[in-house]
């Protein structure tokens, strides 16, 4: 039996769902049935479900239409912590390249995959994360965990070499995230007043960034699984990129837990715990998660961004000048990942309040 995992920083190996999946199946093995879940909805009902903000960059860069567009990025942070973004500037030749990689990459044989798999100590490469226990219950998914920023020749070799052109698309990926990442920190420290540089700064040349892409092959019994299970993402900012019309992303609004309905060539924007942090908690990291689909697969590209390591993690001064008190503590990048890396897993509302005052 393999050596169980002493923190999230790795995963214990589990089998690909993808194999499971193509074996045609006519129920789920039990360790990927979720009795712990009474609530699981696997397709948009339709009429009555609410909708995520939908956010134009174009329009928050035009001065004529800026002030009313900042406000409705204001109203989408605070009261939902996820929006929609259009116009955002990165080209569909890039999106669409990218999705391509991605999606030649995972029809790849399992073999040829594997040369990729999770080491023992590193949650890089293709597998699964905080798999700790072999009881634990498993997620109907496979993914692929690859560090991209700060960018250095050597992590080049821990990115698929296979299709060949992968590195060179993810390369110029990349960089447009990271444009657009800076953007709208922007625009986000203009709707909160902050006019501190590095609030939006610290996510250029030194930020940091993961990839994370997650595939969710079609399953026999959707209502029974989770994708993935509900979190609030613990980095700065999120970009997710749907690479088809498949919903499975659901965000929970008001106690119900709302669709993401795929928007062709738009990003999906959430905030992390890290920016709840720095914005004093005037913003919130929502909790999501994602559920599968009895007959089509899906697959989402998963862009996390941090600022550079020597920001430090906690509210922006600027907003405690009017004497609000400080919601949260403040820490450097290192402490607050050490501090999420030794929590169980599971356990993302008792790591979220060791960090408030
Ligand atoms: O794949 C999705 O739709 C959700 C992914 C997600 O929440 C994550 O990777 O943190
Ligand atoms: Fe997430």
Request: glycine share 6%.
């Amino acid at each position: 039996m393999a050596k169980a995992p002493n923190s999230r920083r790795w995963s214990l190996p589990v089998p690909s769902v993808q194999e499971l999946a193509s074996q045609h199946l006519h129920t789920v093995p039990p360790r990927y049935v979720r009795d712990d879940f009474s609530d699981i909805i696997t397709v948009p009902s339709g009429d009555h479900q609410l909708r995520l903000p939908l956010i134009d960059m174009t329009k928050m860069v035009n001065p004529e239409t800026q002030a009313v567009e900042l406000h409705k990025l204001h109203s989408a942070c605070k009261e939902w912590g996820i929006f929609q973004l259009i116009n955002h500037g990165v080209s569909d030749e890039s999106l669409r390249n990218m999705r391509k990689q991605f999606e030649e990459f995972f029809e790849l044989p399992l073999q040829e995959k594997k040369h990729l798999a999770q080491r023992p100590g590193s949650n890089e490469g293709y597998g699964h994360l905080f798999v700790m226990s072999e009881e634990q219950k498993l997620e109907w998914q496979d993914m692929l965990f690859i560090k991209v920023l700060p960018f250095q020749s050597k992590i080049l070799e821990s990115w698929p070499g296979n299709p060949y052109k992968f590195r060179e698309i993810l390369v110029n990926y990349v960089e447009e995230m990271r444009k657009v990442t800076v953007s709208i920190m922007k625009f986000i420290a203009m709707a909160l007043q902050i006019k501190d540089e590095d609030f939006y700064e610290s996510y250029n040349k030194e930020g940091k960034c993961d990839m994370r892409v997650n595939f969710y092959p079609a399953c026999p019994e959707p209502e029974k699984v989770i994708g993935i299970h509900p979190h609030v993402d613990v980095h700065g900012i999120t970009l997710l990129q749907e690479c088809s019309d498949t919903s499975g992303l659901q965000v929970l609004k008001d106690g119900h837990w709302v669709f993401v309905e795929p928007i062709d060539g738009a990003l999906t924007v959430d905030i992390g715990l890290i920016l709840e942090m720095m914005s004093n908690g005037i913003y919130k990291a929502p909790f999501h998660r994602a559920v599968v689909n009895k007959s089509k697969e899906r697959l989402a590209i998963v862009t996390i961004c941090c600022p550079s390591s020597s920001c430090r993690i906690g509210p922006a001064k600027q907003l405690l000048q009017s004497g609000s008190p400080p919601l949260y503590k403040s820490l450097t990048l290192e402490e607050y990942f050490e501090c999420f890396y030794n929590s169980p897993p599971g356990s993302d509302i008792p790591f979220i309040d060791k960090l408030k005052i």
